[in-house]
C-alpha cells in the first residue's frame, strides 16, 4: 500500500471522495470512512467529503439502492446531500482519491495528494470501484465490502500522515 501524503497542516486532515454521480459510491466511502474515525477517535481531526464530477444529482439524497445497503450494515445513509466537484479540491484536500479510472482523470490525474481509493485496498490494490447504478443490488454489496476494508487500511495510515510524515 503506497504511504498517505503527509497532512498539509500538521495535526488535521481533509479527504475528498470523488465519483460520478455523488449518490452511490463517494457517498458510501464516505460515511463508512466518517464511521471508522469516530470508532478510531480521529473524527475531531480527519474531515472527510465527497462529491461527483457530474452535477444531476446536486442536493439530492443517496440513491436508495446505496442507502438500503448502508442502513443494513448498520451506518446512517440519511445525512448525505450530492454536490459536485470543482477544480479547487485537489489544493483545498490532503488526499483526493478518485473511484475509478474516469473520474481520477476527470479530476486532472494523478499527483501526490490525488489517486485512486482502492489504491488503499488491501485485497486488491490500484482497481477501479465499480459503478453500482445500472446493475443490481450484489453491485452496492461488492462496493461496500470493498469501502469497508479499504477505509480501514486508510484509517490505520492516518496517525502517521496526521503527524505531517509522509
Ligand atoms: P456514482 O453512480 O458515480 O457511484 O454516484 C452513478 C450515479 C448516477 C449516475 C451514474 C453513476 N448517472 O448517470 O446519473
Redesign the pocket.
Known sequence: MPALPAARVPGRYRVALV?????????TAHVVLEHRLRDAGLADRVQVASS?T?G??VGNPM?PRAAATLSAAGYDPTRHRARQYDATWPDAYDLVLA?DETNLLDVGGRTDRVGLFRDFDPVGPGGEVP???YGGADGFEEVLAMVERTSDAIVAALPRALEGRA
Open positions: 465519483c460520478l454521480g455523488n449518490i452511490c459510491r463517494s457517498p461527483g457530474g444531476w444529482h440513491d473511484m459503478d453500482p447504478y
